[in-house]
């Protein structure tokens, strides 16, 4: 049972990447964008791209921490002892991320939008950055078993967090990107289309780098993880990289609708290598996810959970995409706009 | 740079069990008053929604209409605030979750549910304004009260876990084997303790919203907009207010019985003993005796046990030794806030008489300029006193995380740096209360200024007012 809630844990941290991640690296192309008259066109496809409803975002993180604390109590404890530091920033990060933005959207004098969004642009930045380096924290064996504090600083600041940092940086401004084009497209915004192609491609060659580099740098620094990444989760790589190419190709080719796709499971199967890669360990090389588990009573409950969400959710969110695709009823007045603002996600 | 941040933080080295404690009692203290307008704002803003669409009233639709709008700012900020929350469980307890995360974290995976939907139904619902038929759009607001009815009643049910700790089995060296998670859930503080906040969800959220619309109207604002949006958050309050006190009662009966000492910390008893007076005010001094206060004599010895009267015996601070019972300051604390809540509730209960009694004999809510001035105060009197309560059970459990089972001493991190991370979420959050205000009164500005509802490109609020969306506000209004 201690599996089916590991592999639900993985899937969780796969979803906060893929919907969450593309939240905050949008926020990094804002940071980017230069000033503010320079800066203004690309804002506006970030702004409406994002949507409104992006706390909703923030559930694959509160459903990470509480599958943690629930299932896996042990490892939750020596994680939040150990990586005290990135994590405080973190958390920091997403309050000034999450109430600056929406301020942003809520004000509508360029003085006070330009300093939301600068709060907002700088902590998008931040708070991926720390969670790459928790994750790779976690995955070099840099935290202990037990419920124990490691290295304070250095289970943060060591090679492999450096990598996972950078990145995640990457891989969330390329999967940002990558979203960016299709709006800008839905918009009709022809020079946006051009310009966050560009960006996208650059991102892509930037992550492809930063992996030939890990390669490197893992098996220096995190030897279980590498062999692990060499071995049980190769053929998740190999997806991974095959995807990710692929995804270059279309996106040199301006064909942005299947690049988006590929670029998903580009990002999705390497995190799902990396949970391959450290199993049987939730903390490698001392901790098991068998060993850290909670009683079944408790794991059932999680998984129970997790049904009903599938359940009540996922009606919830195709009724909103539905929402999303129609237009407005005449009787109630039509904008002069038309609809682009996504609902939750991508 | 690893050596100079080693070197940096030996200087920081500070006990941190106080600074968590104030951590947490500050973010749990500012998330609360966000809790009230995410669980209940949404059903006043359906009892204004189906007012508008049953009787086709068009002040009742907007009234729905821009609520709904400062409804999702306020969840977006319980959202991230709620968000931080779940990062201090670990960051600041790390013992505590990792000893009994197995059980105390079950509600919350509950919680994590209802949070999901009502994120998306309120999506669901601001988008629906314009793209649903209105039945159908009123009936997408429904699970958002739902939604957030249930996940009150979840996180309660962690807290109430920690009062009455059950559902689990314990090896000799104290670590959890099994877990049953019914009784996790449903332990016997649970129900109690979620009527109690969940009618004060209702009873905070009716009152502060109204207290806008009583502040509105002293400022001359007297139309019938106005008019609607205090009556329907009012009444919310007014009604919850009765219940409120029934279900305290009921309460405070459950914590005589089961946390004597907190009951004892809370009535002021020093020692045990039968014919304990109900004294107001007053505290406690370090020698053990009773100094100041207006005792009623026997009334808190008859309130605990009516059918036994003056009779009835409560048990003292001293029944149990001086290490599992709150100290001489937490013990003031926990009186002084319960003294606070009772007074405050006793008042927003003779508010809400004066409203009703108005309403049976006149018809009409009352007109004198002095009960608006005081449902203008309402709204921050709610919040005083929801937070009173919140203290009086949460320090008055002191010294204990999970009653009778784990101190709070022994949950908290062991990192000395929590006294920097104390500093840096209370100037964040300052920050972000004070912001929230002001988007809340600049949107509350511009709504009056559109005389309508745009949405064209803030969707938190009305676009700044131009000539176009001026004219196309004519042609649609």
Known sequence: MSTAVAVVLLLAVVAYAIFGGADFGAGFWDLTAGGPERGQHPRDVIERSIGPVWEANHVWLIFIFVILWTSFPEAYASITLTLFVPLTIAALGIVLRGASFAFRKAVVTLRHRRTFGAAFAASSVLVPYCMGAIAGGIASGRVPAGGQAGDPVRSWINPTSILGGVLAVAAVAYLAAVYLVWDARRLDEGAMVEYFRRRAVIAAAVVGALGIIGTFVLRADAPYLFDGLASRALPLIILSVVCGVAALVLLVRKASRGARLLAVVAVASTILGWGVAQWPYILPETLTFSAAASPTGTLGTVLIVVVLAALIVVPGFVLLFVLDQKGLLPEEGVDEEPVVDRPTIQ | ?477
């Open chain 2, 1 to 477: 740079m690893t050596a100079t941040l080693s070197a940096l933080m030996a200087v920081f080295q500070v006990n941190p069990v106080p600074w968590a404690r104030a951590q947490m009692a500050f973010t749990l203290a500012f998330h609360i008053i966000l809790v009230p307008l995410g669980v209940s704002w949404a059903f006043m803003t359906l009892i204004a929604n189906y007012r508008g669409l049953r009787h086709n009233d068009r002040d009742a639709l907007t009234l729905a209409q821009r609520w709904s709008k400062y409804m999702a700012v306020t969840f977006a900020v319980g959202a991230v605030t709620g968000t931080v929350l779940t990062f201090e469980f670990g960051l600041l307890w790390p013992r505590f979750m990792g000893r009994w995360g197995e059980a105390f974290g079950i509600p919350f995976a509950f919680e994590g549910l209802f949070f999901f939907t009502e994120a998306i139904f309120i999506a669901i619902y601001l988008f629906g304004w314009r793209r649903l038929k209105p039945w159908a759009h009123f009936w997408t607001g429904v699970p958002i009260v739902l939604a957030g009815i249930f996940g009150s009643i979840s996180v309660v049910a962690a807290n109430a876990w920690m009062n009455a700790p059950a559902g689990f089995t314990l090896d000799s060296a104290g670590n959890v084997i099994t877990v049953d998670p019914i009784q996790v859930i449903f332990n016997d503080s649970m129900p109690w303790q979620a009527a109690h906040m969940l009618v004060a969800a209702y009873l905070v959220g009716g009152f502060l919203v109204a207290s806008v619309y009583a502040t509105g109207m002293l400022r001359g604002r007297r139309d019938r907009y106005h008019y609607i949006g205090f009556v329907i958050a009012f009444t919310v309050g007014a009604v919850a207010t009765p219940i409120q006190i029934g279900i305290g009662d009921g309460l405070a009966r459950w914590v005589y019985s089961n946390q004597p000492v907190k009951f004892a910390a809370i009535e002021l008893v020093p020692t045990t003993s039968n014919d304990v007076p109900e004294t107001l005010l007053g505290h406690l001094n370090d020698d053990g005796t009773v100094s100041g206060g207006i005792p009623i004599p026997g009334l808190a010895s008859w309130l605990s046990d009516p059918s036994t009267g003056r009779a009835t015996v409560v048990q003292g601070l001293d029944s149990v030794p001086p290490d599992q019972r709150p100290t001489v300051r937490q013990t003031n604390i926990v009186h002084l806030c319960w003294d606070i809540m009772v007074g405050l509730g006793t008042l927003l209960f003779l508010l809400s008489v004066w409203y009703a009694v108005s309403w049976i004999f006149r018809r009409r809510m009352p007109a004198s300029k002095l009960f608006l001035w005081l449902a203008a105060a309402s709204g921050v009197l709610a919040v005083i006193t929801m937070e009173a309560g919140w203290v009086v059970t949460e320090v008055g459990r002191q010294p204990w995380i999970v009653y009778n089972y784990m101190k709070v001493e022994d949950a908290a991190t062991a990192n000395t740096g929590v006294w920097i991370t104390f500093f840096a979420v209370v100037i964040l959050y300052a920050l972000v209360g004070t912001t929230t205000i002001l988007v809340l009164r600049g949107m509350s500005r511009r709504f009056r200024m559109a005389e309508g509802f745009t949405d064209h490109d803030t969707p938190y609020g009305p676009s700044e007012l131009t000539e176009a969306s001026v004219k196309s506000e004519e042609t649609v209004g």
